[in-house]
Structure formats: C-alpha cells, structure tokens
C-alpha cells in the first residue's frame, strides 16, 4: 500500500480525535460544537440504495486542503459507485460489502443503522482506493 494512499485515512482520523474530549472533575463531558459540518449524513427515514444527495459528503477543511482536484472527484466519485454497487441496505447481502458483519446480525439492526454502517463502509473504502 502507497503512503499516499494511507494520509487520508490518517488525517480522518487525526480529526476524528480532535473531537475526543475527557470528562471534568465532575464526571461531565464538556460540550464542544464542531464548527464543521459532519463529514457525511444518512436520513434518518430513508430508504433504497445510499445516494450522493443523501450522504451530502463534506470534505472536512484538514483533508480538504491535502485533497488535490483529482482526489477529491475519485473520492466523490468512489463513494458514488460503491453506495450505488451496495445497493439497498434493507436488502443487501452483507457478505457482499466488506466489512459488514457476516454473523446474522446485520438482519437484526434497524434500518437507520444498517444505513449508517453502509455508509461508514463506503466512504471508508473510497477512502483507501482513491
């Protein structure tokens, strides 16, 4: 695997952590708003296969400034087809996206959350290939 392929998801992850915060002295975590908008969204309500109008991706302003034009279309365009190749979440076969689980217990979740984790999937793996 290239370097450059690994500083994406490096950054991601380096802001992801930002946003960690440790509890007080009274137990409490503190509040902190981002000042960003999340980096992806999935309606609560919806349904069929993961759309580009859904996701509303948001290159976070860190990653935004090491993404060439060229890497942002790839990723945009990743995603795009991933989401798309996955199709319906209520429906998919979760063997056939890596790493959704293969145990039984996708068919349990609700569909808010099989939609999520479908699309933490795709916009990972985007991610890695671009």
């Known amino acids: 695997m290239k370097i450059s392929s690994l500083l994406p998801i490096a950054v991601i992850l380096v802001n992801c952590s930002e946003n960690v915060r440790e509890p007080d002295s009274s137990g409490e975590l503190p509040s902190k708003?981002?000042?960003?908008?999340?980096?992806?969204?999935v309606y609560p309500n919806g349904t069929g296969a993961l759309t580009m109008e859904e996701l509303?991706?948001?290159l976070p302003s860190k990653?935004?400034?090491l993404y060439?034009?060229?890497m942002r279309a790839c990723l945009l365009?990743?995603?795009e087809e991933l989401a798309a190749d996955a199709g319906d979440p209520e429906t998919l076969d979760p063997s056939s996206v890596a790493f959704l689980p293969t145990d039984g217990s996708w068919e349990k979740l609700p569909r808010f959350a099989k939609r999520s984790l479908l699309?933490?999937?795709v916009v990972s793996?985007?991610?890695t290939l671009c």
């Open 33 to 41: 708003a981002s000042s960003e908008p999340p980096f992806y969204n």
């Open 56 to 58: 509303q991706i948001n």
């Open 63 to 65: 990653l935004d400034r």
């Open 68 to 70: 060439t034009d060229e």
């Open 77 to 79: 365009a990743k995603i």
């Open 119 to 121: 699309a933490q999937v």
């Open 125 to 127: 793996r985007a991610a």
